[in-house]
Every structure is written in C-alpha cells, then in structure tokens.
C-alpha cells in the first residue's frame, strides 16, 4: 500500500443522470432518488457487466445499516437480479453512494466516517486498518450529478477524509475530539508496518533463505558448484516472497539485489528459451513487478441466520444474534459453519450466534491484475521476451550478431541496479 495521502478523485461528467447511469452500468430510470440516499451497485469492475444482475460489494448491507441511523437510505432496485460483488483483493470496496441534496450529503458522509473509524480504526477494533475504496456523487433536487468523487487509502484516512468532506458542507462545524484522533490514527498507521502476518511471512522467507545460502556457500567451498547454484537460487526466490509480503519494506529488495549479484558474479545469468520465447524468470528481475492476480466474479449469497438473500434480510454479517434455530444450509451448519458433522442439534435455538454469509453459486468473470492482491504471493513468475522485444533491448549494430532461438542472451541486471 502505498505511503502516500490518499486524495479524492473528482470524476468528469457532463453533469446528467443518463451519463452517471452509462459510466456506472445502471438504469438512468431508476436513478430518481426519492429517499435521502441511493445504495448503488458497482457493475463497472467487470469489462463486460451481465445484463442479468447488479453486482454488489460484500460492504453493502453493513453500509445500509450505517447510514439508516440519520437518513432514510434505499438499496437501488431496476428489476434486475443483485448478486454480490467478488474482488480477491485485500481492498474493502464499498458501494457507490448517490445523496439527494447537501443535506442528505453532509449526514451520510459523517455517517460513514462513523462506521469505518468503529469498525476498522478505534482500539478496540484490535484489527489493522485495510485499504479502502469509496466514492460518492450528489444530486441535486433538479436531477443533476452535483459532484462525484472517489477516494482510496487506508481506512483511519479515509475516515478523516470523509468527515472533512462533510464539515466543509457545513462551514463553521468545529472539528470534535473524534476527529483529531482519526488525524493522529492516519499518522500512525504511515508510521506502523504492515500487518503482523505479512511481517511474519517474510521473515519466514528471509529464514529460510538465510539458510540456503549458507550451505550454498558452503557447497561451493567443497567445489559443489552444481549444487551450490540450485541452491542459491532456491533462496533468491524466497527473498522475493520477503518482498511480496511486504512491499514498503526496502531492505528486503536491496538484500534480494545483493544476492543477485553474488549469483550473477558466480553463476552467470542466462535467460531461459521454450516455447518458441525467450522468458525472463530471475527473482531478482521480477521484484520490479508491483500487483499480483485476484479472481473477479459474483456470487449468490445466503444468510446464515434466514436462509434470505444476504444484501436483503434483517442480518448483518460479524453480528451476533440470539435464538437462532439450529439447521443446514446448502450442507452447511448455521451455528458454527462446519460442513461435517458438529454438536449442534438441528431444531434447537442457541445464543450469540455470529451471522455469516453462505455462497451457493459463483460465476467467476475473469482474472485481473491488481496493486494489492489478497495473496502477494498471487504474482507474476515469469513473463516473455519475444523477437521484436529482444530487438528493441540491443543496439542495430549487434542485432545481426544473434539468431533468435539459438543465441544465448545474458542478463545483467544485478550489475547495474542496487534494488532502490
């Protein structure tokens, strides 16, 4: 994630209904906002949205909820299907939210603001603060896009964020004691590291690859050189997994360089050639490439305390509730979620209950390339260089020197690039 402060995105428009509903895959009919507050899909993750159903993020019924505390807020309903939105990223998307005037506007966004400081950012959360993706549009009484904005960071940020958007609706708001936490949370969310699984992760890795180097060098002592190289590479990948865990950590690539060169110096470096390509696989190469992959699709998801649609019953996902009837859904306990046999007796009412949600059908749309996959280790392994991209590394004058496919081709990269 990046270090940066996050900063709002105003997005272009001609100011229109039809526009917003063209740019947001939504019927423009069914954008008259009546209530305060419309709770909008976000169809436009897919290249080709399904006319069949809205796609709504996992975020929705708990942002519904949020807002009904001060405004009357509705969930956007054209006749089509909703099915919940899948996005593998370690990003929190939220839906987009349409206000009927400044009013509504200045409200909900201090709702908001609310609900991700309680839910992600105050201590008792006991949780690390995720990135966030929100955005937001107001129309006015006449039915015209007044502002729409989108923002993403993390989530103390964000927070502080969006209540400064409400309080500048309201000029002369003071700003509260809440509000100047959220600011000292943002400052020392930048300054923590990142979450402690992810730290743990990559000390495991430099672990392991601290080991293989030193019976490498071992080996090579012994004159094991086949051995010896197998197994300093082996640790070059390892120090890479260091790096996908944890990005913003710089010593963790320039350490991945520092090995390189040991091995570029020792081994030499040659790029592979199969299936017609030459294919860049070095660690070392690799650790350039920022993102990794996260599978995009739909789900229909069930309550596990109703049985009723997930984004429509009464339940909120993370709440506990009492009396909840014991039974199985889609072959699934509702109590404790086990798939086999469990100790709970099937018709009898048990307390403390936590509501999840159950998928009973997927379609998985695509698989996208994102900056912030929910596995880092989801990352690319290898990409290819064809001819003409080998042609546009080397100068004219040595291009005839090499015959594609036969022509061995050195990388030296850790030779003139220290990682930072």
């Not at 320039?254 to 090995?259: A, D, F, I, N």
Request: charged share 25%.
């Amino acid at each position: 994630m990046s270090k940066e402060s996050a900063q709002w995105t105003d997005i272009p428009n001609d100011g229109s209904l039809e526009f917003f509903a063209r740019e947001t895959g939504l019927d423009p009919t069914a954008l008259r906002v009546e209530a305060d507050a419309l709770v909008l899909p976000q169809n436009r993750f897919f290249h080709e949205t399904s006319g069949d159903y809205n796609l709504l993020p996992a975020s929705t019924k708990e942002v519904l909820v949020a807002l009904q505390d001060g405004v009357q807020v509705e969930l956007y309903s054209d006749g089509r299907r909703r099915r919940e939105l899948i996005l593998k990223s370690a990003d929190i998307i939220l839906p987009i939210l349409l206000f009927l005037g400044t009013a509504a506007l200045n409200v909900g966004l201090n709702l908001l603001s609310d609900w991700i400081y309680d839910r992600w950012t105050k201590p008792e959360a006991n949780q690390e603060p995720p990135t966030i993706r929100a955005e937001y549009a107001s129309v006015t009484q006449q039915g015209m896009i007044a502002r729409w904005r989108r923002v993403r960071g993390p989530a103390p940020e964000i927070a502080r964020l969006l209540a400064e958007e409400a309080r500048l609706l309201q000029t002369g708001t003071p700003v509260e004691a809440r509000e100047k936490h959220l600011q000292q949370e943002t400052q020392d969310s930048k300054e923590q590291p990142r979450d402690s699984y992810c730290a743990n992760q990559a000390e495991a890795a430099l672990a392991v690859a601290h080991e293989l180097i030193r019976e490498a060098e071992r080996l090579l002592k012994d004159e094991e050189t086949a051995i010896a190289e197998r197994l300093f590479r082996r640790s070059l990948s390892k120090i890479r997994e260091a790096v996908l865990w944890e990005p913003e950590v710089s010593s963790h690539r320039k350490y991945l360089h520092v090995v390189g060169r040991r091995v570029h110096d020792t081994f030499e470096c040659q790029l592979e050639f199969r299936d017609g390509m030459y294919w860049v696989t070095c660690p070392v190469m690799l650790s350039h490439t920022r993102g990794g992959f996260s599978v995009g699709g739909s789900s229909k998801t069930i309550c596990s305390i109703c049985g009723e649609d997930v984004l429509t019953c009464p339940h909120v996902k993370r709440r506990t509730y009492d009396q909840v009837v014991a039974r199985r859904i889609s072959g699934v306990c509702n109590i404790c979620g086990a798939e086999d046999e469990c100790g709970h007796e099937e018709g009898h009412a048990y307390d403390g209950v936590q509501a999840y949600g159950i998928v009973t059908e997927i379609d998985v749309d695509h698989v996208a390339f994102v900056p912030n996959p929910a596995n880092p280790l989801c990352a690319v392994y290898s990409y290819s260089v064809s001819k003409s991209d080998l042609e546009e590394m080397i100068s004219e004058g040595e291009r005839h020197q090499i015959v594609y496919g036969e022509t061995p081709i050195y990388c030296h990269h850790c030779s003139v690039c220290d990682g930072a």
